[in-house]
C-alpha cells in the first residue's frame, strides 16, 4: 500500500497565529508531494509542489511567504500558514508520489483549519 | 498546459442504474488518467486508472475508457448503490514531477 498520514486534522486557531501541518509517506518515500486547498463543495486546488530538498514550486496566486512549505526528507512535508485570517479556513490535503517516476498521487486524510 | 473538463458536475441515479462521467483532456502527450473518489469530509481515494497504452480497463462495478484521438476518458459505473454517492474526480498527468490536473468534480448522488 501507500499510506500517507497528516497532522493535525484539524485545528481552531486565532487570528493572526500561524500554523503547521505535517504530511507524511508511512510506507513509502515521496520525492514529491503536493498540497492542496479545498473549499466547500468545491474542487482541489492545488497549492504547491514540494520537492525533496529544493524549495517549493507555488502556483499563480498563492503567496509563497504566506505559505511555507519545507520538505526536508523523502518522507516528511510541512505546510506552514502564517498569520492566518478567517479567509484561510478550508480544508487543506497533501498528496505524496512515490520515487522512481511513478503517476499516481496518494492523498492524506486532510487537515480542516478553522480561524477564528 | 494541461487542461481537464469533466460533465456532469451534479448526477443523479436510482439504485441499480448505471452512471457515466466524462473527461476531456487537452494536451495530448498525457498518458495516464486516474480517476478519486471522495466522501464528505475525507481523502480522495484512488478506484481506477487507465494509461495511455489501453483503451478500456474494469474492475467489478467500475470501468473506465479512454479515446486517445478525441481525448476524453469516461468513468462507467454499474449497478449503482447508495454508497457508491459522492464526488468523482478525473485528472491527466503529463510527465516528470508535474502534479495531476484534476477535474473540477462530479458530485454522484444514488437514490435508494
Known amino acids: 500500500g501507500a499510506v500517507v498520514s497528516q497532522h493535525p486534522s484539524w485545528v481552531i486557531c486565532k487570528s493572526g497565529t500561524s500554523v503547521k501541518i505535517e504530511c507524511r509517506s508511512l510506507?513509502?518515500?515521496?520525492?514529491?508531494m503536493f498540497w492542496y486547498r479545498q473549499f466547500p463543495k468545491q474542487s482541489l486546488m492545488l497549492m504547491a509542489t514540494?520537492?525533496?530538498?529544493?524549495?517549493?514550486?507555488?502556483e499563480q496566486g498563492v503567496e509563497k511567504d504566506k505559505f511555507l512549505i519545507n520538505h526536508a526528507s523523502l518522507t516528511l512535508s510541512t505546510l506552514t500558514v502564517t498569520s492566518a485570517h478567517p479567509e484561510d479556513s478550508s480544508f487543506y490535503i497533501c498528496?505524496?508520489?512515490?520515487?522512481?517516476?511513478?503517476?499516481?498521487?496518494?492523498f492524506g486524510p486532510g487537515t480542516r483549519l478553522l480561524v477564528l | 498546459g494541461e487542461n481537464v473538463e469533466q460533465h456532469p458536475s451534479t448526477l443523479s441515479v436510482q439504485e441499480g442504474d448505471s452512471a457515466v462521467i466524462k473527461c476531456t483532456y487537452s494536451?495530448?502527450?498525457?498518458?495516464?488518467f486516474p480517476w478519486y473518489k471522495q466522501e464528505l469530509g475525507k481523502r480522495p481515494q484512488l478506484i481506477i486508472d487507465?494509461?495511455?497504452?489501453?483503451g478500456e480497463k474494469k474492475d467489478q462495478r467500475i470501468a473506465v475508457t479512454l479515446n486517445k484521438t478525441a481525448k476524453h476518458f469516461s468513468l462507467h459505473i454499474t449497478e449503482t448503490q447508495p454508497e457508491d454517492s459522492a464526488v468523482y474526480f478525473c485528472?491527466?498527468?503529463?510527465?516528470?514531477?508535474?502534479?495531476?490536473?484534476f477535474g473540477k468534480g462530479t458530485r454522484l448522488s444514488v437514490i435508494a
Open positions: 494536451d495530448s502527450a498525457s498518458n495516464y
Open positions: 510506507d513509502f518515500q515521496a520525492t514529491t
Open positions: 514540494s520537492n525533496e530538498g529544493s524549495k517549493a514550486t507555488y
Open positions: 498528496s505524496a508520489r512515490r520515487g522512481g517516476g511513478g503517476e499516481t498521487q496518494y
Open positions: 487507465i494509461r495511455s497504452n489501453v
Open positions: 485528472a491527466a498527468f503529463l510527465s516528470g514531477n508535474t502534479p495531476l490536473v
